[in-house]
């Protein structure tokens, strides 16, 4: 399958650890992106590769993969990080880019 | 600072053509892939098109291949995407990505994006 799958919503108080998870089978080939979408405005990418953050990110940020199976974790999840986020990687064939459908984090 | 600015949005009727522009600077952008990315009102992110920094290779997603098409100018630091047959399901907000490296389809800069609207 070239898809990737996501749940629709997670939720996670202030200052506590969130796993948010993406999966595919292409994942087992190929890493997955990260991307943070507040309303109005554009994605900002916030992990990728292994495990790198773009300058900026804070480092509550990490990712991580096993299997089928890519995770963003936030440790120590702020009010500002309350954004919809999507996971990107490639099909299975390596030739296109896919997004999952997103998560909607909500820092309660 | 680099920046990604689209334009060339707007409303149009099925059937009928647009061409959105990416202005970009700040960055080599004869060394960049760059990327279109689109979002319908209120869904996901979808992949739309991409080239490479040379413009030598082009990819599309499924839903958009032989309809739309990306190109570039290097002379300009512009990307384009001319958007041909549209169709309802094509009104979306279009963002212009840079790729962070080679063709590794990391985007890690974006533009603001610029609206397109398919209705009769």
């Known amino acids: 399958s070239s898809e990737l799958t996501q749940d629709p919503a997670v939720s996670v108080a202030l200052g506590q650890t969130v796993r948010i998870t993406c999966q595919g089978d292409s994942l087992r080939s190929f890493y997955a992106s990260w991307y943070q979408q507040k309303p109005g405005q554009a994605p900002v990418l916030v992990m990728y590769g292994k495990n790198s953050r773009p300058s900026g990110i804070p480092d509550r940020f990490s990712g991580s993969s096993s299997g089928n199976t890519a995770s963003l974790t936030i440790t120590g999840a702020q009010a500002e990080d309350e954004a919809d986020y999507y996971c990107k990687s490639r099909d299975i064939s390596g030739n296109h880019p896919i997004f999952a459908g997103g998560t909607k984090l909500t820092v309660l | 600072q680099v920046q990604l600015v689209e334009s060339g949005g707007g409303v149009v009727r099925p059937g009928r053509s647009l061409r959105l522009s990416c202005a970009t600077s700040g960055f080599i952008f004869s060394s960049s892939a760059m990327h279109w990315v689109r979002q319908a009102p209120g869904k996901g992110l979808e992949w739309v098109a991409a080239?490479?920094?040379?413009?030598?290779?082009?990819i599309y997603a499924d839903s958009v291949r032989g309809r739309f098409t990306i190109s570039r100018d290097n002379s300009k630091n512009t990307v384009f995407l001319q958007l041909n047959s549209l169709r309802a399901e094509d009104t979306a907000i279009y963002y212009c990505?840079?790729?962070?490296?080679?063709?590794?389809?990391?985007?890690?800069?974006w533009g603001q994006g610029t609206g397109v609207t398919v209705s009769s």
């Open positions: 080239i490479s920094f040379d413009g030598s290779n082009k």
């Open positions: 990505a840079r790729d962070i490296y080679g063709w590794s389809f990391v985007l890690d800069y």
